[in-house]
C-alpha cells in the first residue's frame, strides 16, 4: 500500500523566508504527484502536480516542487513566502495501478508578518 | 467553473442519531470522491464513484456508512447509527478521470455529542 510522509507538521517562518516542505511517499511504481494547500476557510486546492517529463514542477503562486525517483521525495518550494501563504499544505500520490489519492498529514504553514 | 458544492457545512448531531452529507460535483466531473479527514490529518478515501457505480469503497465503514451517486451525478453519504468517533470533515471531490486532478468542496464538518 502507498504511504505519504510529511515530517514537519508545522512550520514558523517570517516573510521574505525561504520555504521547503519535505514530502516522502513509499510505492516502488509510476505514480502521480500532488500539492494541495488550504487557506484559513477554504477548501483544499491544487497548488501543483507531476504526471510525467521535467522533474521540477511549476505552480500558482510561485511554488515549486522537485521529484527526486531515487529518494521517493516531492519537496514543496518557494524562494521567498508572504504573509498570504499562511495555509496547510498536503503532499498526496496517486499510483497508477491503485488509483487512489493518498495524502500526507499536511503541515501548518504560520508565515509571520 | 463552477466548483464542488456541499451541504450542509455544519452538523451536529447526538450519537445514534441518522446524518446526511450531499454532494454536487463539477459539470462534467465523472469520478466523484468522498473522504473523511480528521482533526490533524489528511484526507482519507471512503469511496469512490466512476459515473454512477462504486469501484472502490474498500474503506468505507459499511455497517453504518453508506453512499449513492443516482443518475452519476450527485451523490449523498449517510451515516446510521452516529458515533462519537465519527467527529470530521467529511470532504467531496470530483475529477474528469481517476488520474486526474481532484477538486474539492468545502466539506460538511460534523460533531457529534
Known amino acids: 500500500a502507498q504511504s505519504v510522509s510529511q515530517h514537519n507538521h508545522h512550520v514558523i517562518l517570517s516573510e521574505a523566508a525561504s520555504l521547503e516542505l519535505g514530502c516522502n511517499y513509499s510505492?516502488?511504481?509510476?505514480?502521480?504527484l500532488f500539492w494541495y494547500v488550504q487557506y484559513p476557510g477554504q477548501h483544499l486546492q491544487l497548488l501543483l502536480k507531476?504526471?510525467?517529463?521535467?522533474?521540477l514542477v511549476k505552480g500558482i503562486k510561485g511554488f515549486e516542487a522537485e521529484f527526486i525517483k531515487s529518494k521517493f521525495s516531492f519537496n514543496l518550494r518557494k524562494p521567498s513566502v508572504q504573509w498570504s501563504d499562511t495555509a496547510e499544505y498536503f503532499c498526496?500520490?496517486?499510483?497508477?495501478?491503485?488509483?487512489?489519492?493518498?495524502f500526507g498529514s499536511g503541515t501548518q504553514l504560520t508565515v509571520l508578518p | 467553473e463552477a466548483g464542488v458544492v456541499q451541504s450542509p457545512r455544519y452538523k451536529i448531531i447526538e450519537k445514534k442519531q441518522p446524518v446526511a452529507f450531499w454532494c454536487n460535483p463539477i459539470?462534467?466531473?465523472?469520478?466523484l470522491y468522498w473522504y473523511r479527514q480528521n482533526l490533524g490529518q489528511g484526507p482519507e478515501l471512503l469511496i469512490r464513484?466512476?459515473?454512477?457505480?462504486?469501484?472502490?469503497d474498500s474503506q468505507l465503514p459499511k455497517d453504518r456508512f453508506s453512499a449513492e451517486r443516482l443518475k452519476g451525478v450527485d451523490s449523498t453519504l449517510k451515516i446510521q447509527p452516529a458515533e462519537l468517533g465519527d467527529s470530521a470533515v467529511y470532504l467531496c471531490?470530483?475529477?474528469?478521470?481517476?488520474?486526474?486532478?481532484?477538486?474539492f468542496g468545502d466539506g460538511t464538518r460534523l460533531s457529534i455529542l
Open positions: 471531490a470530483s475529477s474528469l478521470g481517476p488520474a486526474g486532478p481532484q477538486h
Open positions: 510505492y516502488g511504481g509510476t505514480v502521480n
Open positions: 507531476y504526471f510525467s517529463g521535467d522533474p
Open positions: 498526496a500520490v496517486n499510483s497508477g495501478s491503485a488509483r487512489q489519492l493518498t
Open positions: 459539470s462534467g466531473h465523472n469520478t
Open positions: 464513484y466512476e459515473n454512477e457505480e462504486a469501484v472502490d
